[in-house]
């Protein structure tokens, strides 16, 4: 490992910092920062976006699944019909999240 020169600072063997270190020349500089600032970055947006997705995605299936089991035999007339208030308001909640995850994906292609 090389001496740092003098105002830098260099980094102890096996240091917590050392994936900072991207030249491997055992000096963080604030250029590596950056860069491992703007990989942490995309990755935690990566990981927020599939999430999103992965939402709506369940919220398609359950808007499905869920109208299947109401044509079921198994559910008598009348408990639907006492029910049908809440499952109004679960379709609109589903579409709601499924809507806001195509607004929001649109938007976001509009801006690039």
Avoid: C, N
């Amino acid at each position: 490992m090389e001496m740092a020169s003098k105002g830098e600072k260099s980094l102890q063997k096996d240091s917590a910092y050392e994936e900072y270190d991207i030249d491997g020349d055992g000096v963080v500089s604030d250029s590596e920062l950056a860069t491992v600032k703007a990989i942490h970055e995309t990755e935690a947006a990566d990981e927020k976006s599939d999430a999103q997705r992965k939402m709506a995605w369940i919220a398609i299936v359950a808007m499905l699944v869920f109208t299947g089991l109401i044509f079921l035999p198994i559910f008598p007339d009348s408990r639907i019909k006492a029910l049908a208030d809440l499952f109004g308001l679960f379709y609109i909640g589903m579409a709601g999240v499924v809507g806001a995850y195509m607004g929001m994906t649109a938007y976001m292609a509009k801006g690039k």
